[in-house]
DNA sequence: CGAACCCAGCTAATCGATTAGTTGAGTTTT
DNA sequence: AAAACTCAACTAATCGATTAGCTGGGTTCG
């Protein structure tokens, strides 16, 4: 690799001129210039970031924490970061959590050996002691992304789970459902519990209760949904509809009915929260709440490079996103589906 | 942040010392090294990599460029060679060149500028001129991923395409099926070229044809693939059974097969190319070749750190895996459907 | 005409680590 | 006991860029 002494030789100039013609950061005669210029090109010159982050303390990366980057939802989140970061000048950095806490603190210690400008967080577990983990200095820029932890001084950028998990319920309650059954995400993180309580919420206003046999755990994943999802339906008195908390699980959830040869939205109704890519190619369609990812993601991008630029965070800001009801066809009246609380098990 | 100054300084030893003591490189006595340890945990001292590259000439950094991150193919990669390159102790960079090889060569020169020790590159447009781009100097590692290009003295991991679509169309010949038709990828890859080549060979080699207009090119996007497919469908005398390049554009396929009221496999049978998260729920499960996704990607980055490792290319090795049929209910033999061929038009 | 100023371009210090080369106290050899 | 070794630990050069501060030729102005 040509250096800039390389260039600054066979253009004949300083090196303090080549960093000024490349930079643009002081007036350089033309003659010169185009000298500097052609060098360049004719040793296919780069500068070294690695030399440069050094002089100038920063690095132009952005770490991207997820906690799953099996789940679709965050490869939407990868895909939509890469692009924004990119418009601000940066590259992007891509890290898995994989829901553990311990791996989260090892990723951000590396984060910070990197020196990264920033960090997009997904927190698992319940602390951001790790991000102040410089007593003296100023810790990373960061935002923290879809979930938040308690005690918190970063930016967040999340979106209003509760209303997601009561406008999904409201409207199976107004299709006449009483008997409703949800599949939840893991309940210790936002996510999970404030769609479940959304939807507590919304049965308590009308004078419901939610039965806690028909309240399982998917664990925000495919399988495990899959299988609770099948032990939830061969219950006897099984729910007429089901509110299940990600797009991911109800994949699984579908997989399950089609194979207890239940009929959607014929035997049960189904509406969701959040979209994955392929959930658009599922019949029926699903109702569900859809999230402005592409948005909440540029507002994190942004967010996090304002702090970059003034240096360190202001005052924190906590953007919320407000989910939509998106209508499908996998919700019924509860006319249309038995009338008589059928107290036979699923086949 | 602290610097190693600040910790030799509070330690009172050396800045040698402690660079002994973090890297393990000498022998330091156990008085000092446990001075030194005390005095990092003390400052939460982390070492700078800008400065530890600056030296060292690397960057612990890969990068991986593919070529549409939008694609559920690639985010699978991107989660298999997250893991891959963690375990070797490098951190992942994500870029997307979506399709545009004059981004892809932009996309190059800043993995250059980032001084990245290794690419692992899904190719787009068809040189790698710019990957000697270096006049005298050594190229970046680099390891073609999925696709090939013409010339080429990378190490490459790719799937036997024509295999993928070979196999799939004998198990809808074997069916009976005799009339077919395909949604392709974009023929100027590798991998939408070779699997329609495949398709042709299996016809061939029983004396079929595929007639020219039971071809339509998907773009390997699943909103194309809805598109074409539902032109295709709409034809009079449509075909009875459908080979589709790649798992988005069955989404796609089968999305249009359902609008158009046509049944699967009653009315039309359906095989694909590769399997993406989510495929999984659809109903019918799609009958499919599988490419061991994971395995390929291990052996991109084990490629491509032994490339690191070594300090250059040694010859190029082309590393290629072979696609499995995983067989699902798509499909129907051609005895079930209707026997004369219909001439009347979808629906 | 000389002082004051301007400014293109240069010299050299600097960022934070690694590491070749040096030092000097302690040990072994003869 | 002097010479020859060992070896822990140190000093200082180095990586490739940026940039503060300097230089010296050319203008402007009193």
Redesign the pocket.
């Known amino acids: 690799?040509?250096?800039?002494?390389?260039?600054?030789r066979a253009a004949?100039?300083?090196?303090?001129?080549?960093?000024?013609v490349?930079?643009d950061?002081?007036?350089?005669?033309a003659?010169?210039?185009a000298r500097v210029l052609s060098a360049v090109r004719d040793l296919n010159?780069?500068?070294?970031l690695?030399?440069?982050n050094?002089?100038?303390?920063r690095s132009q990366l952005i770490a991207l924490v997820v906690a799953d980057l099996a789940n679709p939802f965050f490869s939407r989140v990868v895909w939509a970061a890469e692009a924004a970061v990119a418009a601000w000048g940066y590259s992007l950095l891509i890290f898995n959590s994989d829901e553990k806490p311990e791996l989260e603190r090892r990723i951000l210690a590396r984060v910070r050996t990197l020196s990264c400008d920033g960090v997009i967080l997904v927190p698992v577990g319940d602390s951001t002691e790790h991000l102040q983990n410089d007593p003296d200095g100023k810790p990373i820029p960061t935002v923290l992304f879809g979930r938040t932890v308690a005690d918190d001084r970063s930016d967040t950028v999340t979106i209003d789970n509760i209303s997601a998990g009561r406008q999904a319920t409201e409207y199976l309650l107004d299709l006449g459902h009483t008997r409703l059954g949800t599949i939840t995400g893991p309940l210790h993180v936002t996510t999970g519990r404030g769609r479940l309580d959304g939807m507590l919420a919304a049965m308590r206003s009308r004078g419901l209760t939610l039965e806690s046999r028909y309240i399982r755990s998917g664990e925000f994943r495919e399988d495990a949904a899959y299988s609770v999802a099948r032990s939830l339906l061969e219950q006897p008195a099984r729910p007429t509809a089901l509110y299940v908390a990600s797009g991911l699980m109800a994949l699984g959830v579908m997989r399950a009915v089609a194979d207890l040869g239940l009929r959607c939205p014929g035997d049960i109704s189904i509406a969701s929260t959040d979209t994955i890519p392929g959930i658009g190619g599922l019949r029926p369609r699903l109702t569900r709440t859809e999230h402005p990812l592409v948005d909440m993601t540029n507002e994190a991008v942004r967010l996090l490079v304002d702090q970059i630029r003034r240096g360190g965070p202001a005052e924190p800001r906590n953007v919320v996103f407000q989910p939509s009801l998106v209508v499908g066809d996998s919700c019924a009246p509860v006319v249309a589906q038995s009338v008589a609380p059928p107290p036979t098990s699923a086949r």
Chains 1, 2 share one sequence.
């Open positions: 690799m040509a250096t800039i002494k390389d260039v600054a004949g100039v300083s090196t303090a001129t080549v960093s000024a490349i930079n950061s002081a007036y350089v005669s003659e010169l210039r010159y780069a500068p070294s690695a030399a440069r050094l002089k100038r303390g």
